[in-house]
């Protein structure tokens, strides 16, 4: 049996070689390279097989058929090659839809002439058959194109080499090794048809083939070895792109090996040129993030990085990269932009700090005007002792007013300096501190308050409060609840109108409710009562003017003593404010109120 047999056997097998390789391709097609390697060992395979064929051929027709076969891989293998090399060595920018085009039109040349050669015989002159080996054998007399075709290929191959030599001189370790498997399969193939086609040494048979038996083996050893396919240092782009965070992957040596989009649009000087340049060509800009990426690769921080764009900050967590072995090989560094997040942060505290210096100056302007209202009053008070010295010396019967007089002015006085002394013990925080009181006396001293007003517009004022009623409130709260309640049943009660004041006991808690026979309150009010926090003041039907705040702060008050407020209206018959305080507690009870005290103090807090 002639040794053409053995050679097509072992073509085979390289076939087979191939057809594996094509399918872990298929299996990573979501990575571009393994479409490009995988359709590069498409063009390998279809060789080897129709040569393998060719070799045991016959007849000349039988050849010719094979030789077509071939020449659907052949031209386009190099094209598919040299596209390969470009992503693997980090310049997938290039391959675009015009370069394709562009690399294409060669191979398209050679396959069309190839198939039309019995036209024109431009790429093959002369077709014989050759028994000086025992065997038939194809002897091809080569023309211009195939020679047009040799140099397109071997041009394309230099450059693509050229550049795996580059990547592999700036490269170190395990990304080296796959740079030299990928090196030394290309040459496989490229390397037996130069000696070939040169006829430098003398072969009785296309060698060129057998060159992917060498490729083949090399490159199903990277990719169980060294996963050539799976850790190729481009290879991972797509799947970077799907990452928000800036991710850039470094070797051992802090030499850049990929990176995503949002990484090179956080750091501008990041482009295809720096891969395998030391990651200080990229960050020489901020050394701080330098160091921390150089010498402290598992410390995860904030950091502030100031660009072109304005300040940026950034999350920044380092870690290895660890192989199936727990063993390092690389290192990542992922960046979270948290450039919204403490800008908004920074604006919460500068607003914190408007408002705190608003307060501070609601204060002042709290105190100053307490202050200006106390002390005129205060005068008053003296002029009024004047004039009662000045009456009871000369013996007039003007007694009853000014003593009247005195009395609403000490009342006011006394009303202005309390308000003082509750907002003094406010200005650390809202403050919840209850006390038994006496209900009876809290109303009746607040109706005292109210007197002259009620009495301006010929209104009795009636309390159906029983004796021995004690409730748990705040005091400055309580009077601030009834006196607003109070000074609205006044303002919309007619001329000759009446108030009744009433409070019903049950379990732990009393119902105090405020009766008049005024206005009453129309539906579009009484929708929005007690709900807006800035309502707006109605006029009295006096004329009485308000600032809108007086229900609000009842409100407010009544919920932090523990209890609700609610009305019933109808309209030109009057309206009834109710609300609810708690009755003294026991000692758990007092406890537990305590402790609710101390939680609406650190709400206000």
């Not at 872990?24 to 390697?37: D, E, G, Q």
């Not at 007849?59 to 386009?76: A, D, K, N, Q, T």
């Not at 007690?530 to 409100?555: F, I």
């Amino acid at each position: 049996m002639s040794y053409n047999m053995y050679l097509s056997a072992l073509l085979m097998a390289a076939s087979c070689c191939a057809l594996v390789i094509c399918y872990l391709c298929w299996k990573r097609r979501n990575l571009s390279i393994s479409i490009s390697y995988g359709l590069g060992m498409l063009t390998g395979l279809i060789y080897t097989f129709g040569y393998a064929l060719e070799i045991v051929s016959t007849s000349l027709e039988h050849m010719r058929f094979w030789l077509r076969v071939e020449y659907l891989g052949i031209p386009f293998g190099t094209l598919f090659w040299f596209i390969m090399v470009l992503q693997y060595t980090g310049r997938q920018a290039l391959v675009r839809k015009w370069f394709i085009a562009a690399l294409t039109v060669v191979p398209m040349i050679t396959l069309i002439s190839h198939n039309t050669n019995e036209f024109h015989h431009l790429f093959y002159k002369s077709m014989t058959i050759d028994y000086s080996e025992g065997f038939a054998q194809l002897q091809l007399e080569k023309g211009p194109l195939y020679w047009f075709h040799v140099f397109y290929s071997y041009s394309v191959f230099v450059i693509g080499m050229g550049m795996l030599i580059q990547m592999f001189v700036r490269r170190t370790g395990r990304v080296r090794k796959q740079v030299a498997i990928m090196f030394i399969g290309s040459w496989g193939p490229f390397g037996f048809a130069l000696i070939y086609v040169s006829n430098i040494i003398y072969m009785p048979v296309d060698i060129s083939p057998f060159g992917f038996v060498i490729s083949g083996f090399f490159y199903m050893w990277g990719i169980y070895q060294f996963n050539i396919l799976r850790l190729a240092p481009f290879a991972m782009q797509k799947i970077f792109e799907s990452i928000q965070d800036a991710v850039i992957v470094l070797d051992m040596e802090n030499s850049i090996v990929s990176y995503n989009q949002p990484a090179a649009a956080a750091f501008r000087s990041l482009n295809n040129k720096k891969i395998g340049e030391h990651v200080a060509a990229v960050f020489f800009e901020y050394p701080m993030l330098l160091e921390k990426v150089v010498q402290h690769p598992f410390h995860a921080s904030k950091m502030k990085l100031s660009s072109q764009n304005g300040e940026l900050f950034f999350n920044i967590h380092m870690s290895y990269v660890n192989n199936k072995r727990k063993k390092p090989f690389g290192k990542m560094v992922l960046l979270s932009d948290i450039t919204d997040m403490v800008r908004a942060e920074q604006q919460l505290h500068e607003n914190a700090r408007k408002l705190s210096e608003l307060n501070t100056f609601k204060d002042k302007m709290f105190n100053v005007v307490a202050h200006d209202i106390r002390d005129p009053l205060a005068v008053l008070i003296n002029l009024i002792e004047l004039m009662e010295e000045e009456i009871q010396d000369r013996g007039e019967s003007q007694n009853e007013i000014v003593s009247e007089m005195g009395q609403q002015i000490q009342n006011t006085f006394d009303l202005v300096e309390s308000l003082l002394d509750w907002f003094r013990s406010q200005r650390e925080g809202m403050k919840f501190r209850p006390v038994e009181r006496d209900l009876l006396q809290a109303i009746q001293s607040n109706m005292r308050l109210m007197r002259i007003r009620s009495e301006a517009k010929r209104i009795q004022i009636i309390s159906d409060i029983q004796p021995g009623l004690f409730v748990y409130a705040d005091k400055e709260m309580l009077d601030l609840i009834i006196r607003n309640l109070l000074s609205n049943a006044i303002k919309f009660t007619d001329f000759d109108g009446s108030i009744r004041i009433n409070a019903v006991s049950s379990d732990r808690e009393i119902t105090v409710s405020v009766h008049d026979t005024g206005q009453g309150i129309s539906c579009d009010q009484a929708d929005t009562l007690l709900q807006d926090v800035y309502p707006n003041s109605l006029t009295g039907t006096a004329g009485e003017r308000g600032v809108g705040l007086g229900l609000t702060l009842c409100k407010e008050f009544v919920q932090l003593n523990g209890g609700t407020i609610w009305f019933e209206s109808t309209p030109a018959q009057g309206s009834i404010f109710y609300f609810t305080i708690p009755t003294p507690p026991t000692r758990l009870d007092q406890s537990l109120t305590i402790m609710k005290g101390e939680y609406y103090e650190s709400l206000a807090h």
